[in-house]
């Protein structure tokens, strides 16, 4: 049945196509998906005529040096471009901003990206603005998404963000173009341009953060722990400001992408379009019988029916509990509900940690999707 907010939606790319995709994918040997899921980025082009030379030599560098370090000078290292521009003082508004959403979402509507994982990069550069805004520790007003201290290792190397680094590797040649951008805007944008151009609802986003230092990073555990149940959850995102419902509706995000054994130890999709947001992660943890999946890896549960989809034991939790499964029954039914309260904590979520003062606009900001901008 199709919602009055899923009417609205931009057209599905890649509904169809990601649906017959992922029969094939599970169909593929671990090995293989493993052998081809994390190509290094191409090299990216530079579209600015003036810095063109510079600019290749510093994007080449900067591309090769990004993917073979995860380390701090990676993302700190100065180019002659960036000098260059940063001399020139430049405030951009709200059009620029525009220009780095369109350019994101070029990317991840290009083959290279059609051709990783299920068909997009949008999953896992949501799991980037997610996890670098999901540190926030309200009591202290640490963490969040202002300072972006995944650049930094240990950070970068905490077990949860396991495989962050092709993200942040994507990111870095869209920040190649706009280095005005701080990275704390970029992931956020990137995580509000993956919403948006797989059918989401909008978020709302404002420009603001800044680029903090690596004494800024945030201890290990802040983020959840997957193998964990309902009291973890609680801890962790009660920590971060949030209730029983907002839990609920943040992890409907789990509709898209999937988990890799060699990044979290997890395997498989939650549903069975995992580039398009749907609410289908409520009604398929009601629908399906779900069992413990018998394998050598981590606990984690699968549908009886087909075997191909998984939960994770923090997923299952929310059927476990009553509080938590009122919200699980109320987004199941009614997408619309989910897209509108999925679309306000994600928009909280993406601020977590950034003071009032430094962004640009009191206003929301809302960008256009790529569909919107052609019509
Ligand atoms: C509720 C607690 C959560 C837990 C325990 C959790 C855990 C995980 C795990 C283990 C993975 C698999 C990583 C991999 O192997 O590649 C994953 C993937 C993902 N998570 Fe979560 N997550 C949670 C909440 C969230 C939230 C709040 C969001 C966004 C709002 C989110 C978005 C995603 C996305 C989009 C992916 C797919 C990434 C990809 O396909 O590469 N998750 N999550």
Excluded at 209 to 236: F, M, V, Y
Excluded at 244 to 254: F, K, T
Excluded at 330 to 342: G, I, S
């Amino acid at each position: 049945m199709q919602s009055a907010a899923a009417s609205l939606r931009a057209p599905v790319r890649r509904a169809a196509f990601a649906s017959a995709r992922i029969q094939r994918v599970s169909l593929r040997s671990s090995y293989r998906r493993f052998s081809t899921e994390t190509p290094p980025p191409a090299p990216a082009k530079s579209n600015t005529a003036l810095y063109a030379g510079i600019g290749a030599l510093a994007l080449g560098g900067g591309v090769a040096f990004y993917l073979f370090s995860n380390d701090t000078l990676s993302t700190t290292a100065k180019s002659g471009v960036q000098s260059a521009k940063a001399a020139v003082k430049f405030t951009p508004t709200k059009e620029d901003y525009q220009k780095v959403y369109n350019k994101i979402a070029e990317v991840l509507n290009s083959d290279e990206s059609g051709a990783y994982d299920d068909g997009s990069y949008g999953p896992v550069l949501l799991r980037l603005g997610w996890h670098s805004s999901g540190t926030y520790d309200k009591a202290t007003g640490t963490g969040g998404s202002n300072y972006a201290t995944m650049r930094f290792s240990p950070e970068a190397l905490h077990g949860a963000n396991n495989g962050l680094h092709i993200a942040r590797g994507i990111m870095e040649k869209i920040k190649q173009e706009f280095d005005w951008i701080s990275y704390g805007d970029l992931w956020t944008l990137g995580g509000v341009t993956a919403i948006q151009e797989m059918a989401g609802p909008k978020i709302a986003w404002r420009a603001g953060r800044i680029d903090g230092e690596a004494k800024d990073a945030t201890p290990d555990g802040r983020l959840p722990d997957a193998s964990q149940g309902k009291d973890h959850l609680r801890d962790i995102f009660y920590r971060m400001g949030f209730n029983d419902q907002e839990i609920v509706a943040l992890s409907g995000a789990h509709a898209l992408g999937r988990c890799h054994p060699d990044r979290s130890g997890f395997d498989g999709p939650w549903t069975f379009s995992p580039t398009t947001v749907t609410n289908d992660y409520f009604k398929l943890l009601l629908s399906e019988k779900w069992v413990w999946r018998k394998w050598a890896g981590p606990k984690q549960l699968q549908d009886k029916k087909t075997g191909t989809l998984m939960m994770l034991p923090t997923d299952y939790a929310l059927v476990g509990d009553k509080s938590f499964k009122k919200w699980v029954q109320t987004y199941a039914a009614d997408e619309a509900l989910f897209f509108k309260d999925f679309s306000s904590v994600v928009g909280r979520l993406f601020e977590l940690g950034v003071p009032e003062s430094q962004f640009a606009s009191t206003e929301p900001w809302y960008f256009k999707t790529l569909d919107e901008q052609k019509a």
